[in-house]
């Protein structure tokens, strides 16, 4: 039989006093505390052995012994440790965890690392399962916690990402009132003004993507209106010759548009495949309302 590795030892060690009856003279929190630690020690041991599955696993028994004490600050933690060693190949998991996490967090009062987490999750829901509806929904919730703690501009990273998803997901208006969101706050400070053109035209693209140049129009009227140096921007200045094409139902002269403005500002792969569907609706139509 293989000898233990230490990590087993000392989760065996962890067990064994959690599952003790506490005696005279401790109480059961004592119990659970000492416990927690043992898990604690056991998880790491098994973080070195690159056991991430045990690892996590251990911590996760570590934070329901600290749960057991009432122990708030210290059950986040151990729930977040759980989700790092989860996270090397077992997203599920790590979600789990992370929610748990949360859970704490909030009950704290915490709202900024549960902002944090809840990031986390949307990344994790993105780059693991390409599940982009849950990562949606993620990104907002961590943005509205993050604008309840006047974290500003880190909610607006999170609406925008979210923006492009609902975009992505084929939910246009959801998506431009998002854009819209986001470039309102922006135009409030200087540092953020110069990135406005850019949720402007991603919102553009979507009432475009809509089939709907009216309200492109309408929209790029009032974005003037609202900055007025938007109108002699390259943005406005494509978003106006795409408006021009579509209602054309020239495809030549879309083509034309997008290539001119690629030319300097490279495309990035979101507004290809946006700029891809609006070209194939004038394709299929010949002619948009």
Partial sequence: MPAKSPAQTLLEKADKRASSSAGWFSSASTKFEEAGDLYQQAANSFKIEKLFKEAGDAFAREAECREQCKEENEAANAWWNASKAYKRGFPDLAIQALTQTIVHLTKGGRFRQAA????????????????LRKACESYERAGEWYSQEDATAT???CFKDAADLH???????????????????????????YSVKEYWLRS????????????????????????????????????????????GG???????????????TKLDNWKTAILLKIKKEIDDDGRLT
């Fill in 116 to 131: 944090d987490r809840e990031k986390e999750i949307g990344q994790i829901y993105l780059q693991e399962s390409n599940d």
């Fill in 250 to 264: 020239d495809v030549e002269a879309f083509t034309a548009a997008v290539f001119e403005f690629d030319q300097i």
């Fill in 167 to 193: 975009a992505e997901l084929g939910e246009y208006p959801q998506a431009i009132s998002r854009y819209e969101q986001v470039a309102d706050h922006s135009l409030t400070s200087a540092l953020t003004k």
């Fill in 204 to 247: 553009s693209l979507c009432a475009l993507a809509m089939g709907d140049s009216v309200t492109a129009r309408r929209n790029m009227t009032k974005y003037s209106n609202q900055d007025v140096s938007f109108a002699s921007t390259r943005e406005a200045k494509f978003v106006n010759a795409l408006i021009e094409a579509v209602e």
């Fill in 155 to 157: 909610a607006n990273a």
